[in-house]
């Protein structure tokens, strides 16, 4: 299976289609007319999101602020538009994998099909021939961006239950605090 590469993309983000609790989530590249869908959990959008954040300021320290790597996403780079339509899933992720590339100062994000065998991963760079793989590489300033818009996708679900802290449904659910009462 191929290797989807994208260099400084156009724009790079999370989105989701359908209403909340039932919403599926994707990864999407752009560059000029050329578009990349690749379909994720919800837990791995906050995951992706939070391990860049960690990796952007893990770098920062490090550098002493001698990078490029801005505290906070810059406001020219928020994005909140839908993604492009339409949106073609190429594949469903199951592993990712997050670098920081010092020589050209930018993230490298790995995205690799899910695959029979999710737990053999291939090292990063090195990605298995028959798996396919979504790689982007963007700027710090374009992740900081991607995961302050992640977040925000992921906190715009279904409001948690005051009890139990699960997901409600418009119905209420089954809590369990409650016994198993609609809540």
């Given amino acids: 299976m191929p290797v989807i590469s994208y260099e400084l993309?156009?724009?790079f983000v999370a989105g989701?289609?359908?209403?909340?609790?039932e919403r599926a989530f994707y990864l999407q590249a752009r560059d000029g007319r050329r578009v990349t869908s690749v379909g994720l959990e919800k837990f791995q959008v906050t995951l992706l999101a939070?391990?860049?954040e960690q990796l952007l300021d893990e770098v920062l320290r490090q550098s002493?602020?001698?990078t490029a790597v801005p505290a906070v996403a810059p406001v020219e780079l928020r994005d909140d538009?839908?993604?492009?339509?339409?949106?073609?899933e190429e594949f469903r992720v199951g592993a990712m994998a997050l670098g920081w590339d010092p020589e050209d100062e930018r993230v490298v994000i790995e995205a690799q099909e899910a695959g029979e065998d999710d737990?053999?991963?291939a090292e990063a760079g090195d990605p298995d021939p028959a798996v396919a793989v979504l790689r982007v590489s963007i700027t710090a300033?374009?992740?900081?961006?991607?995961a302050e818009r992640a977040?925000?996708?992921v906190a715009a679900g279904r409001p948690p239950c005051p009890l139990c802290g699960l997901p409600l449904d418009t119905a209420g659910h089954i809590c369990p605090r409650q016994n198993g009462y609609l809540g």
Avoid: I, S, T, Y
Avoid at 81 to 88: A, I, K, N, S, Y
Avoid at 141 to 146: D, E, K, L, P, Y
């Fill in 9 to 11: 993309p156009d724009r």
């Fill in 16 to 21: 989701a289609v359908g209403q909340p609790g």
């Fill in 50 to 52: 939070e391990r860049l």
């Fill in 64 to 66: 002493g602020g001698e």
């Fill in 81 to 88: 538009g839908p993604l492009d339509q339409p949106v073609e």
């Fill in 119 to 121: 737990e053999a991963v």
């Fill in 141 to 146: 300033a374009q992740a900081r961006a991607f």
């Fill in 151 to 153: 977040l925000r996708l």
